[in-house]
């Protein structure tokens, strides 16, 4: 059933990857790949962030609901706050799909 939905190119790809000939495991299997990868990738952009502001998210938003922030209004400042902020909420939707999957 699964065959009927995804191309050949993509099944090929999927199978060679995961060397996992079964669809229903190769599926799971590179799925999980993914989640790993964007959850590299979110963890990466919150140390570049931790490393430019010297503290953690939750330290950083503490200070600039307490205009502890310089310059916490600019255009670069307001714009890593978002950044930032989406890959920790990233970073827990990540872990939750990865958890969900067997």
């Not at 050949?8 to 199978?15: A, E, H, N």
């Not at 490393?51 to 922030?69: H, L, N, P, S, V």
């Given at each position: 059933?699964?065959e009927?939905?995804?191309?050949?190119?993509?099944?090929?790809?999927?199978?060679?990857?995961?060397?996992?000939?079964?669809?229903?495991?190769?599926?799971?299997l590179?799925t999980?790949?993914?989640?790993?990868?964007?959850?590299?990738?979110?963890?990466?952009?919150?140390?570049?962030?931790?490393?430019?502001?010297?503290?953690?998210?939750?330290?950083?938003?503490?200070?600039?609901?307490?205009?502890?922030?310089?310059?916490?209004?600019?255009?670069?400042?307001?714009?890593?706050?978002?950044?930032?902020?989406?890959?920790?909420?990233?970073?827990?939707?990540?872990?939750?799909?990865?958890?969900?999957?067997?």
């Open positions: 059933m699964l009927a939905v995804i191309s050949k190119p993509v099944y090929r790809i999927l199978t060679d990857l995961t060397r996992e000939p079964r669809l229903e495991v190769a599926l799971p590179a999980k790949d993914l989640l790993r990868l964007k959850l590299r990738e979110a963890r990466e952009q919150q140390e570049s962030f931790e490393a430019r502001y010297g503290m953690e998210f939750a330290a950083f938003k503490g200070a600039w609901e307490a205009d502890r922030i310089p310059d916490a209004h600019s255009y670069l400042v307001e714009r890593d706050y978002r950044e930032w902020e989406a890959a920790v909420t990233d970073e827990g939707r990540l872990r939750e799909m990865l958890e969900s999957l067997p």
